[in-house]
């Protein structure tokens, strides 16, 4: 990494998979907004789905999600349900719309759940959100406990994409990690998914981890490679052990530096991309054919919670605690703590108890950060003739980026703004520079570095 890189590398920078962004959301936001909202969905407007699976068997040290250990199967069963019962609520809610064609679980562990109960909540979830025929149906895995019956529900139940989390495949980082999976565990988990005819797969890498080097990532990445998934997904570690208080039980003296995460994030990616991947965006991967990289050719890429994305639904219903709802209007977050989740559902309410309204203002500035995190180029003035705004009204991110691009991030010409391959680690700060909200006073541990 240059050395006038290193102050923008370890500066706290949103991940911009929303905007505004979670750190402008406010507590209790009114009902009559957020049912003002879901009322505006037009009758044939296709719609998103996500359900958050709240449980893990165990913590791995490096996760930042929000979950628990249930430390058995009873609670699950009271959690599944009170999804149940959200379905329910949320279909009553809702207005006549166009049916679900996006349906991702996520957590936690989503197979967390037993086989029985993944089916119920897939039939009730086709049922109450009229899930179309055609539409993808992801969920996220742990392969350590996935199980045949686990596979078959899921077959049964019209999964069409699995999401497995690899991390790392050296022995001595997972063991740091708290999250031992061999490589052949990996392996037959993918053989056995496929087997079941849920041919998508993607797997999750990370680098930053304790006892990580450059030669192991890129180890890790080839033999991820071998194992031929559709796409891939390589984040950075964010050591927040505020945040996540179970991260402490890492020895940071373990941890890699900027400069080595930054050798790190190379060697993994030209180790993907040697393996005939198209990278995507800052840390997404796929195979020339995917539908990602396809629509990264097209300039039809999309960026949401779970990363980059082809769906481009305006409204994603999330479903279980912490999950967040997106609307043209506004974002609205379930309450984070099971307990009071479920107290909202018992009472016949949605769970929505946090969240902001969208302006007009933010649709402009998010959809120039969306483009600039999808494409690494975006044309301001394109974007604002959409808008109908002048592209004047960015004069104070470009004076903003003069800076980036004296030190080598990006380019700048008229309004255009392009981000050099080699300054894509950095490609937040670049983006950050149309963020509305940067100058606003936020805590100085908000967010994850850079890099």
Known sequence: MRKEWMTLATKPVPRYTSYPTAAQFQDDIPDTLTEQWISSIGPNEPISVYVHVPFCEQLCWYCGCHTTVPNGYTRIGRFVDML???????????????????LHFGGGTPNALNADDMLRVLDALREAFCIQDHAEISVELDPRTLGPDMIHALAAGGVTRASLGVQDFNRTVQEAINRVQPFLLVEGAVEALRKAEINAINFDLLYGLPHQTTESVAKSAELAASLNPDRISAFGYAHVPWFAKHQRAID????PGSEARFAQYHALGETLVACGYTQIGLDHFAKEDDELSLALSKGQLHRNFQGYTTDTCRTLIALGPSGISEFPGGFAQNAKDIRAYSEAIKAGKLALNRGVPRTRDDRLHGAVIERLMCDLSVDVAKVCMAFDEPVSHFAGAFERLR???ALGLCHVEGSKVTVFDDARILLRNVAQCFDAYSTQAMPEKRHAKAV
């Open 403 to 405: 800076e980036l691009q």
């Open 252 to 255: 940071e003296r373990h941890l």
């Open 84 to 102: 149940l019962e959200e379905i329910k609520l949320w279909k009553a809610k809702l207005p006549e719309h166009g049916g679900g064609v996006h």
